[in-house]
């Protein structure tokens, strides 16, 4: 039996974003919160568990996160991204905006807002620094060790850079247990060691193993993995097309035309797949203004 992607954002959720699995969530989130003994985190509550139908999973745009309150009312986000966007900083101040004004109703004093943690776990290197796990708050630009308020958190956490460590703790550093287990192709041999070292890990990779026997849970993971690869492909062919059309007409005004033609094709195939503005520039080479008129044509 093949053993599902664990990153799988479909997967993902159903590990640790369900209300039978809350204990896995809160091992992970001990984990990457480093939270030890009395202050570790415990009755975790998973809020917008919203079904997942087929509809939702087709959705490219659809962000399947999972979402968590603790006892003393702090809000937690985890999104998981296997695609480099080049708009994660943007993105999680953006989704980290919304769930804070959230946290308040209307009528509400400012006393009453509430501390927001995202967390993201990214299959790709982004942050540029050597740790494989940032963590950011707000800080006074001078005064390093002055921190304005505790409501801002936001966690990075790059796969790749784990991978690279040469030296790995794992009987002893929880979040590289879960790191480890979150690959896929993980030998039988390192994930009984995993499953010896950690009851936690134990349960999830049972809940990992019952999905992969439910038919119409595999169809939905095979679904939002085409989905997946669908954008990865766009992406990465788009603008070959484009310089591959430029090549064709052979001389230097040729190629620009061609792949100035080509790049608004895939400004348009990505604006219509939701993504961002400045992600579209960035992919496309257009201008801001080039894809912001695109993006009015099409009345997004």
Known sequence: MERLRPLND?????LFGEKEVVDNLTALLNAILDRKG????????????????RDIIDE????????????NGTEINIEVQLLNQS??????????????????????????????ITINILNFEYIKLEEFHTCFHIWEDKNKNYKLNDLLEIHFIEIPKFNKMKHKNLSEDSLQRWLTFFNKDISEENLKELIKM?????????RLEYLSSDEYTMELYEARERTRLDRANLIDTGIERGKDEGRKQGIKEGIKEGIKEKAIEVA?????EG?????????SKLSLNKVNEIKKELKL
């Open 268 to 272: 348009k195939e990505l604006l219509k």
């Open 38 to 53: 009395i202050e570790r985190l415990l009755g975790v509550e998973i809020v917008d568990n919203k079904e997942l139908t």
């Open 198 to 206: 950690d009851k936690n890990i134990k349960a999830a990779e049972k």
């Open 60 to 71: 490219k745009a659809s962000i399947l996160d999972v979402r968590a309150k603790t006892k």
């Open 87 to 116: 708009n994660m900083e943007k993105r999680t101040l953006y989704y980290w905006g919304k769930l804070f004004n959230k946290t308040i109703a209307k009528g509400d004093k400012y006393n009453d807002l509430s501390k927001v």
């Open 275 to 283: 993504l961002d503005v400045d992600f579209v520039v960035k992919i």
């Open 10 to 14: 479909f997967v993902f959720k159903k």
